[in-house]
């Protein structure tokens, strides 16, 4: 099966810096375009940015500038980098992988379990 497992979330002040991964994993024959969403108490989840195969990126204008979104194709990993944080992105942060899982030998979205980022002084 397909697991994608995140890391890097935590509490930082604002002005800080946060480095977020999230490693695919299991019965992948191809990883899509993978990326990030966010959900803040009492919102909807949104879309950060994503990265295709081939590195077309498309993300929120909010983060345009501050959040870098990247991958690493051999080890089925995203990231994003975010600079310059503020208290409004705080929120769970959500890896998603677009990916072709061999054992059910079909094309489906996956999600990770979600990493709290907390930006506060």
């Known amino acids: 099966q397909v697991q994608l497992v995140e890391s890097g979330g935590g509490l930082v002040q604002p002005g800080e810096s946060l480095r977020l991964s999230c490693a695919a994993s299991?019965?992948?024959?191809?990883?899509?375009?993978m990326g990030w969403y966010r959900q803040a108490p009492g919102k909807q989840r949104d879309l950060v940015a994503t990265?295709?195969?081939?590195?077309?990126?498309n993300s929120a204008d909010s983060v345009q500038g501050r959040f870098t979104i990247s991958r690493d194709n051999s080890k089925n990993t995203v990231y994003l980098q975010m600079n310059s944080l503020k208290p409004e992105v705080t929120a769970v942060y959500y890896c998603?992988?677009?990916?072709?899982?061999?054992?059910?030998?079909?094309?489906?979205?996956?999600w990770g379990q979600g990493t709290q980022v907390t930006v506060s002084s």
């Open positions: 299991g019965s992948i024959y191809i990883t899509y375009k």
């Open positions: 998603y992988a677009d990916i072709y899982d061999t054992r059910i030998g079909a094309r489906r979205n996956f």
């Open positions: 990265i295709t195969e081939g590195g077309s990126v």
